[in-house]
């Protein structure tokens, strides 16, 4: 990936940012010296310190202009004993009457003659300082955080995606990380939308940064999320694969009824690993609503499930594993431990655990079920251990080791009362444990490499009954009177 470039932006960057500030979207002048920057090859670093302390430096003084002209406009002019009208402000020391000589006002009681007089231009003002205080702010956040050039951070976010349809693709990355930190409020959410159509028409790498976009918009704006699930079918020039599902679990729960049936259709047509583990997150939405005409949708993919084309399996396991929760009875497949179900290790010394997943339908269903694939990055990622301590705490799952993945793998039906068996090393699973004694579940994914992930409360997995693991102290067998 190519670095940020960050440069000095010099004595400019305060007349730059007034403009942007005050005008809201710069002009194409002062857009060229920092764009050139920008476009130097093999993005060069050009960092002389100073961009974020000259951010500091407009916004300290932006605040401390708010506070000014707040002060001139609301305390600075009082009465100070002398009597005023509170319509004209003359002075009234030798008026005979509450009546102002000057322009008539009956200011009715003497307390009126002493208001505090505002200055309506100042408090103005004030507020376009406040504004501008607060969009330094921004810009800070989005130079220090979100690594942006100073001459995009400068931009609104409601100008970038007014531009949007003639961006170059770096453009909808750095809306992504904006829209990541700040979300995407209604106006955002209407521009995108206006900016779509263009963007999917085209090629490039954008449409799925685009749909990246839609997704955080689909959070808060039922338009967004209505197009998203329109686009559901849409794949990316060149591939097969269909960026809405990647994004659809954080919907499911805000789709309506009808929504879902549409989503667990094309998920069910389309090809499998490139609609992601989306199924899951519709199916698990889909049980919890259970709805008239949901059961009847599900059993029906459960009998015709998408087949693997080259192995002829029928990836049929969610499916399968959802019909049997809706009716209360038990997973098509359940993890089962050989040994004892307390076992004891020293914190030095986790153990490896012998697991068998059986196929215990209760329907006798034959299962689509794949095996390796998934060790090239040093433990068998389907599979995953939760490990709770005795207040029930969750302890911290072991993150993803180095950048290799997949294997060789095959697939195959797994007939009932077929198993198969592997050994997991706890070590690689979860983070160093304390002595003491924990309860832990293995977990089981057929596609989704469970153990890199870190919510995987979208998926539909095969469990284990839980069993207790005691940790002893690393070395107490060896050493224990110095313990
Ligand atoms: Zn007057």
Redesign the pocket.
Known sequence: MMPIPHYDAGPTMIHTMMASAFALGSGPSLRGAADCLCDLPGGIMIFMGSTVPIIWAVLVLFAALTALLLYLGLFQDRSRGRPR?P????NMTEAPSLV?P????DARTPRRLHRTRRRRWAIMLAVLTAFCCYYSWLVRVRVVELEEPVSVALRPTSYLLATLPKARPVQLMQLRGRANRFGLRPWESELLLLALDPIMSAKGPSPEQAIWLLSIAAETSNRALNKLVDLREFTIPGTNYYPVFASMAAHVGRSRDDQLIALLDSAMKLSRPHSHDAPDAILIEMARRNRPGFKEQITHWAAHPPEDPTFKTKENLALVTTLRRMDGKPDPLHVFLDGPQAMECTSGNLPTINVRIVNVDVETQAVGFQTGGDYRSGRQARWRLEVRDEQDRLMPVKPRMGFGGGGISSFGMLQPGKSYETKLEVAKYVEPLAPGRYRAVVLYHNSATIADMEDISGLIVSSSDPFELIVKPAGAESLPASQ
């Open positions: 009208c319509k004209c402000w003359y102002c000057e322009c008539g006002h």
